[in-house]
């Protein structure tokens, strides 16, 4: 009963909060409504009973949106609504709806032929964290050590572009430029 | 009926945690002013009460009972729910703190913890990085420079702080095998020597100072430091808005006086004679004193320095810590 109401609250909230992303004209309140949704989405994973997958889609989300917040700021008066120049409105909104309609194809064709199963049914007693490490690190090692691979070759290069001008501190910038 | 039996539990330990949490909140403002005026060879509040003590029902009746102001070119609703998330995730997150032992009342065993999820720890430190919207909406929306540079700030803040603290918990967490902060406090049952904080220093002091900067207490309170950015994100609110914004913050206080308590202190385990829920408040109140003395003794460090103090000294030392920790668990 609580789970279905629940169910229903969080889904009504989230498909809001993402319209709201896509429809909002004002950079402040696409954001926002971006970080409560990915918030709100966390709720299906509680109830779930995933509470470890849930947490993690929180504290990762909160940081990530952060860093968009970041740039939002430095690109936009957030106070202030964005001026869209938008042509051939029919043709991005016919072609949104078409490929929409065909992602919930394809995602919901292997529901109805009744074909899903789990792979890895929770076995009792096993914690939520024990599973996730267990399969992360037998079946899922390759595309898992991967990831991890793309993301310090990503950092390593943010660090390198960064790195010219890493060890000055504003007075050096200042001093070199004769200002002092 | 153990269904009805266990939400009117969880409503009315929701209740008592909330009340006594803001209580304890705006108390601490009270002790706070005192704390503050002593190491500063004043009084502080003398007037209002004996000792000063219903200062504090004053400045309740006054924030209360003040205008409720809402600039000219403000987002609103962005700035009207500012302070709201600010409150509002800094009590989700006691939801999953214990902060006493069980006990038992009329033949009924009463668990003193909301919600016993078993990532209790985890679910604790995203809500309390949540909270950080708080001080960059207000930023953003405010339309003041002051307050935008105090948005500004509470990114980098998060985005410094957040490794550390996740990083430095990581070595008990591998020590116990578990997130759940009623398993840290079984851990360490058996007196003085058991506790996690003679088997983890290290972490134990990055959790402090990744805590410190969290609550946004000095030395690491830049986002709304009066000298640089006259009040930061806080500048265009008055009144009860800026009256969440600061009970979110002292019930942060709290938060992380718990849980430091908890995962390196002993957690509510008796010591010697003293009784583990007095033992809790007694460790509680000092990690709060702590934190009113470094505000007294320290002065504020810089943004850059934070970042600095945050990625280049504090990460690899609790990196280096894991990779130990791992090495001896091995």
């Excluded at chain 1, 202030?80 to 490929?99: A, M, P, Q």
């Excluded at chain 2, 700035?79 to 709201?84: L, N, Q, S």
């Excluded at chain 2, 214990?98 to 995203?126: Q, R």
């Excluded at chain 2, 759940?180 to 058996?190: C, E, F, K, V």
Aim: with cysteine.
């Amino acid at each position: 009963m609580f789970e279905v109401i629940a169910f229903y609250m969080f889904s009504i909230l989230v498909i809001g909060m993402f319209l709201i992303v896509v429809f909002s004209k004002n950079a402040l309140y696409s954001m926002s409504a971006l970080a409560g949704g990915m918030i709100f989405i966390s709720g299906f994973f509680f109830l779930l009973d995933a509470d470890f997958l849930g947490v993690v889609q929180i504290i990762v989300y909160t940081g990530a949106i952060m860093a968009v917040y970041a740039f939002g700021m430095m690109f936009f008066d957030t106070t202030r609504d964005v001026k869209e120049n938008i042509r051939f409105k029919k043709i991005i909104y016919g072609l949104s709806i078409l490929s929409a309609i065909f992602l919930i194809f394809i995602l919901l064709a292997p529901v109805y032929s009744g074909k899903i199963e789990a792979l890895y049914p929770s076995i009792q007693g096993v914690g939520n964290i024990q599973m996730i490490g267990l399969i992360l690190f037998t079946k899922y090692l390759v595309p898992f050590e991967l990831a991890a691979i793309m993301l310090l070759a990503a950092m390593i290069s943010g660090i390198v572009l960064v790195k010219i001008k890493m060890e000055e501190t504003p007075t050096d910038i200042e001093v070199a430029r004769g200002e002092k | 009926m153990i269904e009805t039996a266990l939400i009117v539990e969880t409503v009315v330990k929701a209740v008592i945690a909330l009340a006594v949490v803001a209580g304890m909140g705006a108390f601490a403002t009270f002790i706070e002013r005192k704390i503050l005026a002593f190491m500063q060879r004043r009084l502080g509040p003398m007037h209002v009460g004996p000792y000063g003590l219903l200062q504090l029902a004053a400045d309740g009746i006054k924030l209360f009972t003040k205008e409720d102001i809402i600039p000219q070119n403000v987002v609103k609703p962005i700035f009207v729910i500012a302070p709201v998330i600010a409150s509002a995730s800094a009590f989700v997150a006691i939801a999953a703190v214990p902060y006493f032992p069980e006990f038992t009342v009329f033949g009924y065993t009463i668990h003193p913890i909301i919600s016993d999820i078993n990532v209790g720890l985890l679910f604790i430190m995203g809500a309390a990085s949540v909270g950080m919207y708080g001080p960059l909406l207000a930023g953003l929306s405010s339309h003041n420079k002051w307050s935008l540079l105090g948005g500004a700030r509470a990114v980098i803040q998060l985005l410094s702080f957040e490794v550390v603290s996740g990083l430095s918990i990581l070595a008990p967490i591998m020590m116990i095998g578990s997130l759940s902060l009623i398993d840290m406090n079984d851990y360490q049952i058996g007196g003085v020597a058991n506790w996690l904080i003679w088997k983890q220093p290290l972490a134990f002091v990055l959790f402090a100072i990744a805590g410190f900067a969290e609550t946004n207490r000095t030395p690491f309170d830049l986002i709304e430091f009066e000298a640089e950015i006259v009040s930061g994100y806080a500048t265009e609110y008055s009144g009860m808005r800026w009256g969440l914004f600061f009970i979110g913050e002292y019930a942060n206080m709290i938060t992380i006086s718990v849980l430091v308590s908890i995962i390196f202190l002993g957690g509510y385990n008796d010591i010697w004679f003293i009784p583990g829920a007095i033992a809790m408040l007694i460790k509680v109140s000092l990690w709060i004193f702590l934190f009113l003395w470094v505000r007294a003794a320290w002065p504020h460090v810089r943004p850059d320095q934070l970042m600095w103090v945050c990625w280049k000294v504090l990460m690899p030392l609790a990196l280096i810590n894991v990779l130990i920790t791992g090495i001896v668990l091995v």
